[in-house]
C-alpha cells in the first residue's frame, strides 16, 4: 500500500515512487504526475489529430466509423475500468492508453507497413516506437524541453515492443526488453485493453459497413453465445440492435474474465511491489478458453475484414499514397515545409518519416494531390 494513495494494491505503481521525468520539474500542485501526464497528451497536437487517423477504414469513407481518437477514449475507459477492479494506478493507465496510438501513420496498418517498407534502409518505422518518439521528441509546445517530458512509467507503457537493437539505442525506457522483465501491471491491463477494443469495435464497424454480415460471425463461438442470448432476451429489437447488445455483452464478458483471471494470478504469485510484478510472467491476461475463442474472432476478422476486397483496395491505394509521397520528399526535400526541410538536413529520412506519420489521412490524400495532379 502506497502512504500516499492508499486505494492503490502493492504490486500498483505509485506517483510517489515513479522514476520520474527526463527533465526534472517541480510537481503539479494539484495533479498527481501521472494526471498531469494524461493532461499533456491530450493538450499535445497529435493527439487531436487522431480525430483524422483510421484503422482499417479511411477516414473520409464514412462517419459512423471508429477514428483513432474515438478508439483511445474507448481503450481508456476499459482500461481505467479493469484498473479501479485490481486497485492498480487508474491515472496511469490512462494517460499510457490515451497516448498509445499517438504514432500511428495516415491509414491504419497500410500506411505503417507501407512506412516501414520505404525506411527500410534508414532503420524502419514502427509506430509503437513512433509514439514515444513523439512524446519524447517531436511534440513542440514546451519552453524547456522537447516533447511533453513524461513520467518514465508512462513512456515506458507507451513502448509495447522494441527490437534488441532499438531498445539498446533508446536507454532505460527499454531496458525492460534486455533484461527479459515485464512492464508495469498499468501497462499490460492498457495493452489488453487495446486488443478488446479494436476487436470490438472491428466487429461493430465491419457490420456497420455491411463488408461481413452477421450470420458470418454466428459461426463463431464467442459471437454465437451471446447473440442467440440477445436474441432468446429480446426476439423483436431488430438487427441493428441485436448487434450492438451482442457486442456490449462480448466487450464485458471479455473485460470480466481480464479481471478474474489476472485476479487469479495476482492470487498465486502475490506480488508485494512492482519490482515482484516485473519479474513474474505476465500477470494481465484472459482465461484459455477466452483466449481460444478470441483467436478465432480475430482469425475471421483477419480474413473476413482486413482482406475484404473492398478493404484491400483502399489499402493498395493507401500504401501507393504513403510510398509516392517519400520517394517524392526524398527525391527532393525542397518539396518540404521550410521547417521540415530543416529537420530533414539534421536527422535524415528519418524526419520525413516523421512528417508523413503526422498526417492525417485526408491531409495526406490532398497533400498526394497536390504533389502529383497536373491540373
Ligand atoms: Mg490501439
Known amino acids: 500500500m502506497s502512504a500516499s494513495e492508499p486505494w492503490l494494491a502493492p504490486y500498483a505503481v505509485s506517483s510517489s515512487q515513479s522514476r520520474g521525468r527526463r527533465y526534472a520539474e517541480p510537481e503539479a500542485a494539484t495533479r498527481t504526475p501521472f494526471q498531469r501526464d494524461r493532461d499533456r497528451i491530450i493538450h499535445c497536437s497529435a493527439f487531436r489529430r487522431l480525430e483524422y487517423k483510421t484503422q482499417v477504414f479511411v477516414n473520409h469513407e464514412g462517419d459512423l466509423y471508429r477514428t483513432r481518437l474515438t478508439h483511445s477514449l474507448e481503450v481508456a475507459q476499459i482500461a481505467r475500468s479493469v484498473a479501479r477492479s485490481l486497485h492498480a494506478n487508474e491515472d496511469l493507465v490512462e494517460a499510457i492508453a490515451l497516448a498509445h496510438d499517438l504514432g500511428h501513420t495516415p491509414f491504419g496498418h497500410a500506411g505503417q507497413d507501407s512506412l516501414n517498407d520505404c525506411m527500410r534502409q534508414f532503420g524502419g518505422f514502427e509506430h509503437n516506437l513512433q509514439s514515444l518518439r513523439v512524446v519524447d521528441e517531436l511534440e513542440e509546445r514546451y519552453g524547456a524541453f522537447d516533447g511533453l517530458n513524461l513520467c518514465f512509467e508512462t513512456r515506458e507503457g507507451i513502448l509495447k515492443h522494441c527490437s534488441p537493437d ?210
Open 166 to 375: 532499438n531498445a539498446r539505442k533508446l536507454g532505460p525506457v527499454a531496458e525492460r526488453f534486455l533484461l527479459r522483465r515485464q512492464a508495469s501491471l498499468e501497462a499490460q491491463i492498457a495493452n489488453l485493453a487495446d486488443e478488446i477494443a479494436y476487436n470490438n469495435h472491428d466487429v461493430d464497424d465491419g457490420l456497420r459497413s455491411g463488408l461481413i454480415v452477421i450470420a458470418q460471425l454466428e459461426a463463431i463461438p464467442i459471437v454465437a453465445r451471446h447473440s442467440d442470448e440477445v436474441r432468446y432476451l429480446f426476439p423483436s429489437i431488430g438487427e441493428r440492435r441485436t448487434v450492438q447488445e451482442t457486442v456490449r455483452r462480448i466487450i464485458n464478458t471479455l473485460v470480466m474474465d481480464l479481471i478474474e483471471e489476472t485476479r487469479r494470478r495476482v492470487t498465486v504469485v502475490a506480488p508485494a511491489s512492482v519490482e515482484d510484478v516485473r519479474g513474474a510472467a505476465p500477470l494481465v491476461g484472459f482465461s484459455q478458453q477466452i483466449l481460444v475463442e478470441q483467436e478465432a474472432l480475430k482469425s475471421f476478422l483477419r480474413d473476413g475484414l482486413y482482406r475484404h476486397p473492398e478493404v484491400m483496395r483502399m489499402t493498395t491505394k493507401s500504401k501507393r499514397i504513403v510510398h509516392e509521397l517519400f520517394d517524392a520528399f526524398h527525391q527532393e526535400p525542397r518539396l518540404l515545409p521550410v521547417d521540415h526541410q530543416v529537420r530533414v538536413a539534421q536527422h535524415g529520412p528519418r524526419a520525413i518519416a516523421d512528417y508523413i506519420a503526422g498526417m492525417t489521412d485526408r491531409f495526406a490524400i490532398k497533400e498526394h494531390r497536390r504533389l502529383f495532379a497536373i491540373d
